[in-house]
């Protein structure tokens, strides 16, 4: 029972100071607490205007050219390149799962990943956008 309560705080509390603030690189890294498992995060960091972008239509394809060559349930040990086991971009609630990380580690204009593939500025804004809007 204490550590139920301690997690509605915790997770109360990420929510309150998240909250209408743009997640920065600055920012902690937050502890791995298993496989892709979901951390409720404020839907709306960054989006006044809302998005036309989607699973479909952008997120899909996105993970997919910059991402799960690394992070797919489907590569193991050495194939992962370092990425960690259970870190997945196979499917949109494993984007959704892993969306605060992304926007603190692959969003910014300088973020750090992809290690070795070029991303535009254009398709990172895009990026940012979609996983500011709550990754839809």
């Not at 998005?51 to 194939?79: D, E, M, P, Q």
């Amino acid at each position: 029972m204490k550590r139920t309560a301690l997690s509605i705080f915790f997770l109360a509390a990420l929510v309150a100071t998240n909250c209408g603030r743009k997640v920065s690189p600055e920012d902690p890294e937050p502890q791995a607490s298993g496989s892709n498992t979901p951390v409720k995060v404020p839907v709306n960091l960054e989006c006044p205007n809302g998005t036309s972008l989607s699973w479909g239509n952008f997120g899909r394809a996105y993970t997919r050219k910059y991402c799960a060559s690394c992070h797919s349930a489907s590569l193991t040990g050495a194939a992962r390149l370092g990425a960690p086991e259970g870190v997945n971009f196979d499917s949109a609630s494993d984007a959704l799962t892993q969306r605060v990380v992304m926007l603190r580690v692959a969003a910014p204009e300088n973020g750090s990943m992809p290690p070795s593939v070029p991303v535009s500025p254009s398709e990172r804004a895009l990026f940012r956008e979609w996983l500011n809007c709550g990754a839809p």
